[in-house]
């Protein structure tokens, strides 16, 4: 099989929809070798990230004019270079498909990670509402299948897109494997230093923006400050939401509760979630919700929301609370460090549940998507 992916995201971007894309290149290639891989990348100069995926395989570039309009190669020229390289099925891992992707002579996929635009606008401009509806809505309706990264998220392709149950396939993003891995005491402890972490806390990871609801936390600190001892290590980039969270923190007297930590390399990753006692991610809505997988791949238990995907994310162990209810997510805090018998349950059965997302199980599913494409 002759597989070509939109390799934009793989090339540029450090995490989201570049992780989840270098992620697929990555497993395909160690689980179906036989197959060949071409890497279509609008930009030669912007491919900083992809040696983490590409050994092996081929890119591909704007070749002529189309160096100098290298956006409209990636959803219009494109197709004249599928053909040219015998493509037999090409994979859009980013939402989207080339416009004329049904000219270029292969059949198509593209995987859809979520349509949190359309459920909560409020978080989008309008501008960026509309391009994403319009690239996201032709690319379900002209691929051959679709992938969805959660059953949530294959409901919502369903109600705002009206698209066939019987041409979706929910197949599971996985995490690094870094985080199932040991970590040494010597990386320990010199993140533990080099970072001031307390010696208890719960982690946060995520972009700390209001979607991710950071706030509920913070709230659930205030009602009881008293209840626990831990503090509250968020990592993620800063948005403005940041500085809304401080000001409640401040105003309640419980500033120091919460430590903020921006631009935290990914080597360094693992280890503040071996380092922490549990995990909470308070998000109101999700794709999938990797973080959570994460958690429970590095053997913390692990608090999530309800309301979207993230008990598909961290399996039925977990504890999930009304994004909403603060008087929930204090109990959850409390009881996730205080309960041993609990503690030690919620670990076991996590390491459990991640099993289901090794590279082996989901990669045979990503090539499943496939065949059945190209035997219909």
């Known amino acids: ?7 934009k995201r793989a090339a540029q971007n450090a995490t989201g929809l570049g992780n989840y894309s270098r992620f697929v290149i990555r497993i395909l290639k160690n689980h179906f070798p036989e197959d060949e891989q071409v890497l279509y990348v609008p930009n030669p100069k912007k ?9 092996n395989t081929e890119p591909r570039f704007p070749q002529g004019i189309w160096q100098r309009l290298r956006s409209i190669w990636r959803v ?5 270079d599928l053909k040219r390289d015998r493509i037999d099925l090409f994979h859009g891992l980013s939402n989207e498909l080339p416009l004329n992707i049904r000219k270029a002579g292969c059949r ?3 995987t859809i990670h979520d349509l949190i635009f359309l459920h909560y606008p409020k978080y989008y401009h309008l501008i960026d509402r509309k391009i994403y509806d319009f690239k996201f809505r032709l690319a379900c309706r002209n691929a051959d299948r679709v992938i969805a990264v959660s059953e949530f998220t294959k409901r919502e392709i369903m ?3 009206g698209t066939p149950e019987a041409k979706i396939d929910v197949v599971y993003q996985g995490c690094d494997p870094a985080f199932a891995a040991p970590v040494s005491k010597e990386k320990l402890d010199d993140v533990a230093l080099r970072y001031s972490l307390p010696r208890q806390f719960i982690l946060y990871v995520g972009s700390i923006e209001e979607r991710k609801n950071l706030m509920l936390v913070a709230k659930a600190i205030a009602s009881r400050p008293s209840a626990f001892s831990h503090k509250i290590v968020a990592v993620g980039k800063r948005t403005p939401y940041v500085d809304e969270i401080r000001q409640y923190l401040e105003a309640n007297g419980i500033a120091d509760r919460i430590l903020f930590f921006h631009k935290v390399p990914f080597a360094d990753l693992p280890s503040f979630y071996r380092l922490a006692d549990a995990f909470v991610y308070p998000s109101r809505i999700e794709g999938f ?6 958690a429970i791949s590095s053997g913390l238990p692990a608090i999530g929301c309800t309301g979207s995907c993230l008990e598909e994310a961290g399996g039925p162990h977990c504890i999930y609370v009304d994004p909403d209810d ?3 997510m204090s ?5 996730v460090v205080s309960d041993k018998e609990l503690r030690e349950t919620m670990i076991r059965e996590g390491y459990k549940y991640a099993r289901n997302f090794t590279d082996e199980v989901l990669a045979g599913k990503v090539h499943e998507t496939y065949s059945s494409i190209l035997q219909a």
């Open 1 to 7: 099989m002759r597989i070509g992916f939109d390799a």
């Open 47 to 55: 491919t900083q990230h992809l040696d983490k995926a590409a050994s």
């Open 76 to 80: 219009w020229g494109v197709t004249s």
């Open 108 to 110: 198509s996929v593209v």
């Open 159 to 161: 109600k705002y897109y």
């Open 289 to 294: 919700g990797i973080p959570m997988l994460e």
């Open 326 to 328: 603060v008087q929930a």
């Open 331 to 335: 109990a959850a805090l409390c009881r």
